[in-house]
């Protein structure tokens, strides 16, 4: 073989085997990116971020009608159907602000969302530091051919034939199991009394760019003229008295960043305790048992219907005499 | 813009090449320009505002190189030189560790702005030194400001090296300004860059993850995890320089330069000498011939312990060359008194068997590195405590955030990246070798589709010595 026939055929065969490569991975579309992702009904596969990220272009604006964005606190709501609304969970594990700014602002931009919910739990605050590097423009080149796709298509092929399930159902919910009751009260109090004192990790701190990461999602929702609904996600009772305190001033603190269009809902108040009491409806002090966020989900249902409702009527009102 | 990016290899790459060629048709002038255009494009893509730094470095060589030909006291001239070589790098790369010092020292509160750190220094400067020490002695010719900005600014090596002398690249640029094209040089070029990327992206990138996780957490590391992440830095580290050197000889290639390899092995020396011999070349051929030399020649009389006062004080230099931390101090310590421990016992005729030697030079450099990759030296002794007096055997926490699947490939990256750095073929032996056939065709092939997968799944981490 000459040097020159080496290297054309060098060339060529890199240029075709990723021609190969790149067209099966177009061809299995495994984040909805390359073809009408209306009426798909896609899972998560492999790393989270990155799957959710790469949702936000086509698949969410073309499949859903609602977001729901937040931690791994609210990764387990079922949020499929709250107010009659096609609602998609973009919940990450460890998610903070800054993530949840990315996923919902690009969402945003590309399709029109009846409603944006917002579960924000302090976590969310505390941090401005992102997990990965993936949630950039650049990752929409790695659904043509990255390690994070193989990974994904290998956990389908799993999934597709039975052997491992995806811990995900197609409206992003990650499918948590429950602890079993007689535990769970002892893993909340010893929650309560860690996280209760002033060395206990619960700083209630809020991170300047994590905050200025939630204005400009609440900017981005007023911009598209999309109905923005934030809450905080209920903690147990002793928790909350525990940190009844940092807790209030990190409320206030949160709902100055709302416009007056906003929802800011707090599950902490008293009127919730039907929520905090009960211990069953916790895994531990920050994360909802499966119970629970079923819940959680009904109550956000029937506060939802009520906002869209009031909304809705508004928006008549102010319609008729234009007509 | 890095050498394992695709704007490099796409776009960079083929345009300088073809750019070069092209000009050189018309002529001689115009290619030489044009190769100073891409070096100092490419540059500006990493460092743009120091930009003119590096050109203020070419000039003020230029004039000192140009003193030497009528100056009766050549001394004068290269000691000025290197003043103001070494007020450059001072400035740029050790104003906060001197300030900080002396503020520790004598309870001042000096202050200077923080400041980003302008790429290639070290390696432009030392290059540069050795340029007006060789032109002291009479061993290259004065260049002209357009050669003396080429050589100083040429791409593949203005980074991070290889560290080469004026009288082994110029000779070669010279040749290369009146040749053709060479599919022959062309297809090795483009094999040992593959190489390269390769041992960047995919090796590299793997153990510097683990190693970073590690690293990360230096307080709270178990004996298991300790080990794990100083293993894994030390063949990151040999993985990304030596992945970085074989894409800048594979780039200089494509233009028939040769440039001298800078690693053969390193990790199958059997010694602390051999280690060197093998590890960074150009580093320890600057460190032999500009630094060690002259303090040996300096003595009257020269003494098997007054050779090694000046090993080890070359090797603390060369530590800190690394950069401006205790920690770089006492690495090149570290490895100073290791090479006079190695020359003692050769001296002695008491050399260990070679199973022995490997597997002591090993562990001192698995060691080493730690002192080299911590933040400072409190949190390298936490590392080592952990290595050595562990409270706990395993805590797989660090690591918890790799995802299973990546763990098994990550491992399996690991153990082959092990295998083939201790009994595979070198870069050296790769290239000596290669033949286009059909072997080194489905080889290459292998090597550039995992390389392009990887670099397509973000998960590359800058070049370590990108910051030295």
């Known amino acids: ?323 | 813009m890095q050498l394992n990016s695709f704007p490099y290899i796409f776009l960079f790459l083929p345009i300088s090449i073809a750019g070069f060629f092209l000009a050189q048709r018309i002529s001689v002038s115009l290619a030489k320009g044009w190769l100073l255009l891409s070096a100092l494009v490419f540059y500006a893509t990493q460092s743009p505002k120091y930009l003119p730094l590096l050109l203020g470095s070419i000039l003020l060589n230029f004039f000192v190189s140009r003193a030497f030909r009528n100056a009766p006291d050549s001394r004068r001239v290269l000691l000025t030189g290197i003043i103001g070589n070494l007020v450059i790098l001072c400035v740029f790369k050790y104003a906060h560790f001197l300030v900080d010092n002396c503020n520790l020292l004598l309870g001042t509160h000096f202050h200077i702005p923080a400041m980003s750190f302008p790429a290639g220094v070290s390696f432009f400067t030392i290059q540069q030194i050795m340029y007006l020490v060789d032109r002291s002695e009479g061993l290259v010719d004065h260049l002209n400001l357009f050669d003396h900005a080429i050589f100083v600014a040429f791409f593949p090596y203005v980074l991070m090296g290889p560290i080469v002398r004026a009288g082994q690249v110029m000779p070669q640029l010279a040749k290369s300004f009146a040749a053709r094209w060479n599919t022959e040089n062309a297809s090795r070029a483009v094999f040992i860059f593959l190489i390269g990327l390769f041992k960047k992206v995919v090796l590299a990138d793997t153990f510097g993850r683990w190693a970073n996780l590690g690293f990360g957490y230096p307080d709270r590391l178990a004996f298991l995890d300790a080990w794990l992440a100083a293993i894994a830095f030390a063949f990151q580290l040999y993985f990304d320089f030596s992945g970085y050197c074989d894409m800048a000889v594979g780039s200089a290639l494509l233009i028939n330069v040769q440039l001298p390899q800078n690693f053969d092995a390193p990790f199958r020396a059997q010694g602390i000498i051999e280690f060197w011999r093998r590890w960074h070349i150009t580093l320890t051929d600057f460190i032999t011939t500009y630094l060690y030399t002259p303090m040996v020649r300096s003595f009257r009389k020269l003494t098997f312990w007054k050779a090694m006062m000046a090993t080890l004080l070359a090797m603390t230099i060369a530590g800190l060359w690394h950069g401006a931390a205790w920690t770089y101090v006492v690495f090149g310590l570290l490895h100073g008194a290791a090479l006079v421990l190695n020359n003692y016992v050769r001296r002695r005729k008491k050399v260990p068997s070679p199973l022995v030697s490997r597997i002591a030079t090993g562990l001192f450099l698995i060691f080493a590195f730690v002192v080299f990759r911590a933040p400072d030296l409190a949190r390298a002794g936490s590392i080592l405590h952990s290595m050595v007096l562990p409270a706990r055997l395993f805590d797989p926490s660090p690591y918890d955030v790799i995802d299973s699947t990546d763990r098994i490939v990550g491992a399996a990256w690991m153990l082959f990246g092990v295998v083939i750095s201790v009994a595979g073929p070198s870069s050296t032996d790769l290239q000596t070798r290669f033949t286009p056939n059909r072997r080194m065709l489905a080889f290459a092939t292998v090597t550039a589709l995992f390389a392009i997968l990887y670099m397509n799944s973000m998960v590359s981490l800058g070049f370590v010595y990108r910051d030295f």
């Open chain 1, 1 to 323: 073989m000459t040097s020159r026939g080496f290297l054309w055929r060098l060339l060529a065969a890199i240029a075709l085997l990723v021609g190969v490569a790149v067209g099966l991975n177009v061809w299995m579309d495994l984040y909805g990116l390359f073809r009408n992702a209306a009426g798909r009904s896609l899972k998560v596969y492999g790393e989270e971020r990155n799957c959710k990220y790469l949702f936000t272009y086509r698949y969410l604006p073309e499949n859903f009608d609602a977001l729901m964005l937040g931690s791994s606190v609210s990764e387990n709501i079922p949020v499929d159907r709250l107010a009659g609304l096609r609602t998609y969970n973009l919940s990450l594990s460890g998610g903070v602000m800054t993530e949840a700014a990315k996923l919902g602002t690009n969402a945003l931009q590309r399709g029109h969302f009846k409603v944006l919910l917002l579960s924000l739990h302090r976590y969310m605050l505390e941090s401005a530091e992102e997990k990965t590097n993936f949630m950039v423009p650049e990752r929409y080149w790695g659904a043509f051919g990255s390690m994070q796709l193989y990974t994904a298509s290998f956990a389908y092929l799993l999934d597709r034939a039975g052997i491992r399930r995806s811990p995900f159902d197609e409206y992003g919910v990650q499918l948590y199991g429950l602890a079993t009751p007689t535990t769970q009260s002892e893993i909340v109090r010893d929650a309560a009394a860690f996280h209760s004192g002033q060395s206990g990790r619960w700083s209630f701190k809020i991170n300047p760019r994590a905050y200025h990461a939630l204005e400009e999602l609440i900017h981005a929702a007023h911009e598209h003229n999309v109905p923005f609904v934030a809450f905080t996600p209920p903690m147990p009772t002793i928790l909350q008295e525990a940190t009844a305190k940092r807790l209030a001033d990190f409320d206030s603190a949160v709902a100055a960043a709302f416009g007056p269009q906003d929802v800011f809902i707090e599950f902490n108040r008293p009127e919730y305790r039907f929520l905090s009491d009960d211990f069953a409806n916790f895994r531990e002090g920050a994360h909802l048992s499966d119970p629970g966020a079923r819940k959680l989900a009904g109550e956000l249902d029937t506060l939802l219907r009520g906002i869209l409702a009031r909304r809705g009527a508004a928006a008549a009102e102010l319609a008729a005499p234009a007509r």
